[in-house]
Nanobody, 122 residues
Framework: QVQLVESGGGLVEAGGSLRLSCAAS????????IGWYRQAPGKQRELVAFINTVGYTNYANSVKGRFAISRDNAKNTVYLQMNSLAPEDTAVYYCNAGTLRYGSYYAPGDSWGQGTQVTVSS
């Protein structure tokens, strides 16, 4: 079983920043793309960003220009830097170990972390 552990969430004022971390095993990070998802109460879980094993990234339109995903295989960790946060970003954020299809489509795997809560106040 792949184990993923998210951390870094918390309460922040609108306009502030947070950095989320997703830690996993060396083998997981060397062989999988990693996606960040979020789920707000009453809403569908949505893909926020992903990064593949060689650093290719993609972002949801709602976070482009504000969020940045990065990967450090030496630390077996993927980060999500979140800037200019707004109340609409409030959600539980999850990381996922998946694969890419057609070079740019993220296909989620069955491995999820426990989630980390991000709350943005106005």
């Amino acid at each position: 079983q792949v184990q993923l552990v998210e951390s870094g969430g918390g309460l922040v004022e609108a306009g502030g920043s947070l950095r989320l971390s997703c830690a996993a095993s060396r083998s997981t990070f060397s062989s999988n793309a990693i996606g960040w998802y979020r789920q707000a109460p009453g809403k569908q879980r949505e893909l926020v960003a992903f990064i593949n094993t060689v650093g290719y990234t993609n972002y949801a339109n709602s976070v482009k220009g504000r969020f940045a995903i990065s990967r450090d295989n030496a630390k077996n960790t993927v980060y999500l830097q979140m800037n200019s946060l707004a109340p609409e970003d409030t959600a539980v954020y999850y990381c996922n170990a998946g694969t890419l299809r057609y070079g740019s489509y993220y296909a989620p795997g069955d491995s999820w972390g426990q989630g980390t809560q991000v709350t943005v106040s106005s």
